[in-house]
């Protein structure tokens, strides 16, 4: 297993901290990433987070535009500006930080979301409302089953 898949919800405990799904650590550790890189999302209301190789995939992106460009600016401006980097604690917890709850409306819980080379951290209902809307688009309204 190596990639992200799948969905949970997590309690985000009295000290601001949420446990990371098992199976998303296990994804962690067979990737080797041990320090996460988190930006927030160019369309959801969500964090994405993967390692310091999905920040390289986008720094070769800017690479190839003009560095005065307006492209290669935004892009930084997104990617740089919008980013940090974390680290899980001894016990595979993230803390729920500012940059999270500020970006993303996440309170005390958050829905882990697998996107195959990361995952994202979205608040549970709007995560639902998402899934649901790409599902109708998707489907055309019918459920899939």
């Not at 993967?50 to 992106?61: A, K, T, V």
Request: hydrophobic share 40%; aromatic share 10%.
């Amino acid at each position: 297993m190596n990639r992200f898949l799948s969905n949970a919800t997590k309690k985000v405990d009295a000290k601001g901290r949420v446990s990371v799904p098992a199976v998303f650590r296990t994804v962690l550790a067979e990737r080797n990433i041990t320090e996460l890189y988190c930006f927030q999302d160019f369309v959801f209301p969500a964090i994405s987070i993967g390692g310091p190789d999905l920040l390289d995939r986008f720094e070769r992106q800017i690479d190839q535009e003009d560095p005065f460009s307006a492209e290669a600016n935004s892009m930084s401006l997104l990617i740089h500006g919008g980013g940090v980097f974390a680290k899980l604690d001894a016990e595979g917890r993230l803390m729920v930080t500012d940059f999270i709850r500020d970006f993303t409306g996440i309170d005390t819980e958050v829905t882990f979301v697998g996107r195959a080379d990361h995952f994202q951290l979205w608040e549970p209902q709007a995560f639902q409302e998402a899934q649901a809307q790409a599902r109708k688009a998707r489907l055309g309204g019918r459920s899939g089953a």
